[in-house]
């Protein structure tokens, strides 16, 4: 029996364990809409196509699966492009099918075209433009292989409206072949000897785990070796969650708003055992002066990572899972109190006092984190917030803090909130984000509506762009250019336009009733919070300077 292009993609997603697309229809992609209407698999219809994208990788994030969004062509498919970079750049796997339009009128510059495979290559794993139906099957097992082994990442469909209308014997391929795709799982044994033999010799080791620890399963094996073997820990952004945030051999988050012991631990360590990172520079900060008296064993299942940034003395190529396992074994129980009582002795005691005006953002989250579930998934956009999120609020458990590293798009948080709700559907889910960031994504709150997703939104609403700001204010002699958003709406009333219920608090005894509101109250809910304009997030370190230039609150 034949089977149209379009129902054969249905089918074959299906067949890898596809249950959710996120999606926008268009002229080039009716035809897969039509074959919707007779397909098991949920569609859920956000209002902008860079929604789509960045739903499906809040929702790849929370669950392990891989994320599916589609989106016609020409405009549809290139405001999928920031969503496609941030999964690239963190790591996530997405599969995007973009309707093209059809075969004959390809390079003709015809109405909405555009060349997604060429406009794609660098943020994709790979990407296909299937011309004929024959080889349709074929591809969509292909991409959601490789979106979801080795480095994980986004790969691309491109599907000329042709292509989804013409009718063929549908094969699904009982197996994957693709040459020269053989990712490295196993680390070489020698090196994995080589690695337990420098941990065993340290005297003031230290492990960093990435958020390729994550994407790996691998943060129970990572909290057996830290609490079996009393080996201290740090983490990157990404990384949050894969040790719990209240282990006492857990310093926190390094980089350029780390920790101050964390960064420290990194300074003073004589060995560091990195798992999952690519050393990036809001990690590191400066090179020349990140982990400058220790060895560095660097695990990544990415040989292009190994010694990209910083030169590894033993470096392991392999699955963070399967290398730790292996690792686990041949380490040795050494006394190392003494690195231990000065990790201790770094840790900050005090807190800076304060302001007296207004709201501050300490306020707010340690409020906010009390009322919390344990197993809550906290999902963020980006800027100051961000930062304090991650700082301020103790993440116990992986994939259950949610938020755009590597790209740092502004309007990541609401779409992704909406995926990580959809894929986990009975999980309290918390929105953080700012009174710039939710706006450049704020139409999704009608998706949050139509489908009655309980997610509770917080904006920290300081009336500015608040990483900028705080940029203008430190780094450039307080010359304040282009920051302050004195056009903002208010956002009671704006939610309350889309059916969303929403609250508000401008002062210190209304929050702790409004957070407990927010909560409790069923359905979708957004809460104005007024902070402090010019509170900074610290610790900071100034970019291309060493975690000893460290800026501290005042």
């Not at 840790?347 to 800076?352: I, L, P």
């Amino acid at each position: 029996m034949k089977t149209k292009g379009a129902s054969i993609l249905l089918e074959c997603m299906r067949k890898e364990g596809v249950s959710t697309i996120f999606g926008y229809p268009g002229g080039a992609v009716i035809p897969i809409y039509d074959a919707l209407l007779d397909s098991p698999l949920r569609h859920v219809l956000v209002r902008h196509e860079q929604a789509a994208a960045f739903a499906a990788d809040g929702y790849a994030r929370a669950t392990g699966l891989t994320g599916t969004c589609i989106a016609t062509s020409g405009p549809g498919a290139t405001n999928l492009i920031s969503g496609l970079a941030n999964a690239y750049m963190d790591s996530v796997p997405l599969v995007a099918i973009t309707g093209q339009t059809s075969s004959h009128l390809l390079g003709t510059d015809s109405f909405q075209e555009a060349d997604l495979t060429g406009i794609t290559l660098p943020i994709t794993k790979h990407s296909y433009l299937v011309k004929d139906v024959g080889n349709l099957a074929r591809c969509v097992r292909e991409a959601y292989h490789i979106a979801s082994t080795g480095r994980k990442g986004p790969v691309l469909i491109d599907l000329p409206k042709d292509v989804s209308m013409t009718e063929t014997e549908f094969l699904y391929p009982k197996k994957v072949n693709i040459p020269g795709y053989r990712p490295t799982l196993n680390g070489h044994p020698m090196q994995v000897i080589r690695a337990a033999e420098a941990l065993n010799r340290a005297r003031r080791p230290l492990l960093l785990l990435g958020g390729g620890v994550i994407a790996a399963e691998a943060s129970q094996i990572a909290r057996d070796l830290v609490r079996e073997f009393r080996i201290p820990c740090v983490c990157t952004l990404m990384g949050l969650g894969a040790i719990p945030g209240d282990d006492p051999l857990f310093l926190g988050m390094i980089g350029m708003h780390g920790k101050l012991e964390a960064n420290r631990a990194v300074s003073s360590c004589d060995l560091l055992l990195a798992v999952g990172t690519r050393f990036d520079d809001r990690a590191t900060c400066s090179l020349d002066d990140f982990a400058p008296a220790a060895t560095v064993v660097h695990v990544d299942i990415d040989p292009a990572e190994i010694s990209k940034n910083v030169p590894a003395d033993i470096p392991i190529v392999g699955d963070a899972r399967i290398v730790l396992e292996d690792l686990l074994p041949k380490i040795k129980l050494v006394d190392r109190q003494e690195w231990l009582r000065q990790l201790d002795s770094f840790r900050t005691r005090t807190e800076a006092s304060p302001r007296e005006s207004g709201l501050t953002a300490r306020q707010v989250y340690s409020t906010l984190a009390a009322f919390l579930s344990k197993e809550a998934v906290v999902v963020t956009d980006v800027g100051q917030h961000q930062m304090w999120a991650a700082l301020h609020i103790i993440h116990r458990l992986p994939r259950h803090f949610i938020t755009s590293g590597g790209l740092g798009a502004m309007g990541y948080g609401l779409p992704a909130a909406i995926g990580v709700q959809v894929g986990k559907p009975d999980s309290q889910v918390v929105l953080v984000s700012g009174d710039g960031s939710i706006q450049m994504n704020v139409q999704e709150l009608a998706t949050l509506y139509t489908y009655d997703l309980p997610v509770k939104a917080f904006i920290m609403n300081n009336g500015c762009l608040g990483m900028v700001r705080q940029w203008q204010e430190l780094l450039f002699d307080r010359r304040y250019s282009s920051v302050f958003l004195d056009g903002n709406p208010d956002f009671v009333k704006l939610a309350e336009a889309y059916g969303v219920t929403g609250l508000r608090a401008s002062h210190r005894s209304e929050l702790e009733d409004v957070i407990k509101e927010a909560l409790l109250t069923e359905g979708p809910v957004l809460v104005d919070i007024r902070v402090d304009t010019e509170e900074n997030v610290f610790p900071m370190v100034p970019p291309g300077q060493g975690y000893h230039k460290v800026l501290q609150a005042k």
